[in-house]
């Protein structure tokens, strides 16, 4: 003759009980409902062929058990280092589609400003001639110059805000 099965509301009853008994031992709640959920398949497989006495002492017996091979497994466990060369130097796919549309608002800001101006913005900031040099070159001011420098600042300044005005728009 075989021992009764487990009824139901004595199931959902103990789940209750084992899981506030294997919460005081284990803080990971994900661990916690894993070893409840193994304890009771194994206590509901284990009556179906067994007489037992105290069902609630097994089903505590079986939990801690599980508890410390889950605990011993962790330990054997062999840990890797992250190691510092898995870090990749690129820039994020993000940052290269930002710095293309910067890259593109500078172009088109450029191909706006009149052939005098652009020409002294690429002297100066480009390849680093000084103003009197290009006055010279140019026959300009020095005062010329730096007011053609100024300006075409503030004209790339005003179309990069604009395109990146435009580009937070987009991204909402």
Same mark, same amino acid.
């Given at each position: 003759?075989?021992?009764?099965?487990?009824?139901?509301?004595?199931?959902?009853?103990?789940?209750?009980?084992?899981s506030?008994?294997?919460?005081?031992?284990?803080?990971?709640h994900?661990?916690?409902?894993?070893?409840?959920?193994?304890?009771?398949?194994?206590?509901?497989?284990?009556?179906?062929d067994?007489?037992? #006495?105290?069902?609630?002492?097994?089903?505590?017996?079986?939990?801690?058990?599980?508890? &410390? #091979?889950?605990?011993?497994?962790?330990?054997?466990?062999?840990?890797?280092?992250?190691?510092?060369?898995?870090?990749?130097?690129?820039?994020?796919?993000e940052?290269?589609l930002?710095?293309?549309?910067?890259?593109?608002?500078?172009?088109?800001?450029?191909?706006?400003?009149?052939?005098?101006?652009?020409?002294v913005?690429?002297?100066?900031?480009?390849?680093?001639?000084?103003?009197?040099?290009?006055?010279?070159?140019?026959?300009? &001011?020095?005062?010329?110059?730096?007011?053609?420098?100024?300006?075409?600042?503030r004209?790339?300044?005003?179309?990069?805000a604009?395109?990146?005005?435009?580009?937070?728009?987009?991204?909402?």
């Open positions: 003759m075989s021992p009764a099965p487990l009824p139901f509301l004595w199931i959902a009853d103990e789940r209750q009980r084992l506030r008994f294997v919460a005081g031992r284990v803080r990971d994900g661990l916690c409902e894993d070893v409840v959920q193994e304890t009771l398949a194994r206590l509901v497989a284990y009556v179906r067994h007489k037992v #006495d105290n069902i609630a002492a097994l089903a505590r017996r079986i939990a801690l058990n599980l508890i &410390s #091979d889950h605990f011993r497994a962790e330990r054997l466990r062999p840990t890797e280092a992250i190691e510092d060369t898995l870090a990749c130097d690129n820039p994020l796919p940052q290269v930002m710095h293309k549309q910067r890259l593109e608002a500078f172009t088109e800001a450029l191909k706006d400003m009149p052939p005098l101006r652009r020409e913005l690429i002297r100066r900031r480009l390849h680093g001639e000084t103003c009197s040099d290009i006055a010279r070159s140019l026959n300009l &001011s020095v005062d010329a110059v730096e007011k053609h420098i100024t300006r075409g600042l004209q790339l300044h005003e179309t990069l604009r395109a990146e005005k435009k580009r937070k728009r987009y991204d909402a």
